[in-house]
T-cell receptor, first 113, second 116 residues
Framework: GESVGLHLPTLSVQEGDNSIINCAYSNSASDYFIWYKQESGKGPQFIID?????DKRQGQRVTVLLNKTVKHLSLQIAATQPGDSAVYFCAENRSGGYNKLIFGAGTRLAVHP | GAVVSQHPSWVICKSGTSVKIECRSLDFQATTMFWYRQFPKQSLMLMAT?????????EQGVEKDKFLINHASLTLSTLTVTSAHPEDSSFYICSARRPTGNYEQYFGPGTRLTVT
């Protein structure tokens, strides 16, 4: 199977601070990107998505930024809460065929009171 | 969001036996479902794409004769791990995608397989 990276970096933040989680994707032809949150022992949960014709999209407390020039994606979480503690994955949609998602390595977010 | 279920949520089996995992989309018909495997502290790795009424498409390095996929209906896909070995112990996650709209996939809760 295909995946990007085997390491799981950790981002530690204080409750109330803003968090920024970064992701580098590999395929310049990818046309759709999603951020997922995964809690221990559970399946991924959709957070926010963005199409390649956009560079920014905002949701409730979350913002996704897309920089196609350097193939970089970021997730910003405002006023981080303890409930935000989880592993966050970016995923890129490889168009063509069955439009499969390829997941990034993931980042563990640890929120401290 | 859409609801996708998996059964069982966890299973323990002996080496050499086969295990079947079910994935169901509960509130929409999914022409395409996906199967992923996730080892501890690692990312999700796509194993195969399951299409209703046709053969699954396997990713490079995934043995199609070991991981049998059957997408018998628009709401059910099954993954059978045949002749399981301890190295097959992992977290198996399925997802389903609506036939229209964007490319969003709705994920199941995962199945923890332990092979002893």
């Amino acid at each position: 199977g295909e995946s990007v990276g085997l390491h799981l970096p950790t981002l530690s933040v204080q409750e109330g601070d803003n968090s920024i989680i970064n992701c580098a994707y590999s395929n310049s032809a990818s046309d759709y990107f999603i951020w997922y949150k995964q809690e221990s022992g559970k399946g991924p949960q959709f957070i926010i998505d963005i199409r390649s014709n956009m560079d920014k999209r905002q949701g409730q407390r979350v913002t996704v930024l897309l920089n196609k020039t350097v193939k970089h994606l970021s997730l910003q979480i405002a006023a981080t809460q303890p409930g935000d503690s989880a592993v966050y994955f970016c995923a890129e949609n490889r168009s063509g065929g069955y439009n499969k998602l390829i997941f990034g390595a993931g980042t563990r977010l640890a929120v401290h009171p | 969001g859409a609801v996708v279920s998996q059964h069982p949520s966890w299973v323990i089996c002996k080496s050499g036996t086969s295990v079947k995992i079910e994935c169901r989309s509960l509130d929409f018909q999914a022409t395409t479902m996906f199967w992923y495997r996730q080892f501890p502290k690692q990312s999700l790795m796509l194993m195969a794409t399951s299409n209703e009424g046709s053969k699954a498409t396997y990713e490079q390095g995934v043995e199609k004769d070991k991981f049998l996929i059957n997408h018998a209906s628009l709401t059910l896909s099954t993954l059978t791990v045949t002749s399981a070995h301890p190295e097959d112990s992992s977290f198996y996650i399925c997802s389903a995608r609506r036939p229209t709209g964007n490319y969003e996939q709705y994920f199941g809760p995962g199945t923890r397989l332990t092979v002893t």
